[in-house]
């Protein structure tokens, strides 16, 4: 107990952001002058600070990773800043106006026609946050729905190089997205988004996470891994703190998953920052393999969710 209770202070002796959710997740308490700091102090007021005059972080929507509009909507979503924050709210109405492909789906490649599905999870997901108008988000789910496979998942490269199996990098992403979209009262085809979203849990959940559903070997060790940020890319932490925020229940499919993430804890409790997705950031808001409040955070209200002591 006392472990815990210091490690509850270090996270609460934090930026706003992690001050807010240890709160709201971990001890139960709803501080709304907490969320409504995080717009002007610490972090978030320092992704906000990078905001362009023309609307736009970094060079344009998507470019470079990861201080575009497109990876910074993301961490702000991530930071759980006030929602109606008046920058990003018309930011992402530019967005939803000028960004979107012949196939409905939000593209900002002027080179290919076809939208990208991890991108369109990512932008359904800070898009639902945001509270971006039902009807600009009608053809991002139209695409969406469109682009489920018969495994049940989503795989990014399914109306590009053409695939036949889904990924779980894409997979999650849209989940994320449908969560979220349900989370703020949307209806547009809903039925059919929360069809599909349990559709693709199972897909993960037959693959317990990051094994291949027919050698049982891992797909992929960096899914392992305990990143921050995680991007666009797919990691256990990420997946599991996503059927969390979701509301589903424990699946024993879940263990291989949880016993590794339990084997990372560090002696005094805390979890590490394993390592960052290269790229350009704007700034580091946790030093690699340094304890991470961000990992803590999440891994630990996780336990809290499922009852993992």
């Known amino acids: 107990m006392k472990t815990e209770n210091s490690i509850l202070q270090w996270l609460l002796d934090s930026d706003v952001s992690i001050q807010y959710q240890t709160y709201r997740d971990l001890l139960g308490e709803e501080r709304p002058e907490l969320r409504k700091r995080i717009e002007t102090e610490g972090w978030g007021v320092k992704y906000l600070s990078k905001r362009n005059a023309n609307g736009h972080w970094g060079l344009s929507f998507y470019q470079p990773k990861w201080t575009s509009t497109h990876y910074t909507l993301l961490d702000l979503r991530n930071l759980e800043i006030n929602p109606q924050c008046k920058p990003i709210v018309e930011t992402m109405r530019m967005i939803l106006q000028n960004e979107k492909g012949q196939d409905g789906g939000i593209n900002p490649s002027g080179t290919v026609n076809s939208s990208d599905l991890c991108i369109n999870g990512m932008a359904l997901n800070y898009g639902a946050y ?3 108008d039902e009807e600009d988000l009608k053809s991002v789910v139209d695409f969406i729905i469109d682009h489920q496979m018969p495994d049940g998942g989503f795989n990014c490269r399914i109306n590009r190089s053409g695939a036949r199996h889904s990924s779980l990098h894409t997979t999650l992403a849209v989940c994320e997205g449908i969560t979220e979209y349900t989370r703020n009262g949307y209806c547009y085809r809903l039925p059919e988004l929360q069809k599909a979203e349990l559709e693709s849990r199972e897909f993960m959940l037959q693959h317990r996470l990051f094994k291949s559903d027919k050698s049982g070997e891992i797909i992929d060790s960096r899914f392992t891994r305990l990143p921050y940020p995680s991007r666009w890319r797919y990691d256990n932490l990420r997946a599991l703190d996503y059927f969390r925020l979701a509301g589903v229940n424990y699946d024993s ?12 804890q560090r002696k005094d409790g805390k979890w590490p920052l394993q390592a960052k997705h290269p790229g350009r950031s704007h700034f580091e808001m946790e030093k690699a393999v340094e304890a991470s409040k961000w990992n803590t955070l999440r891994v630990m209200r996780m336990f809290k969710h499922f009852g993992i002591k």
């Open 130 to 132: 945001f509270k971006s």
């Open 253 to 264: 499919r879940m263990d291989d998953a949880i016993e590794i993430l339990q084997k990372k």
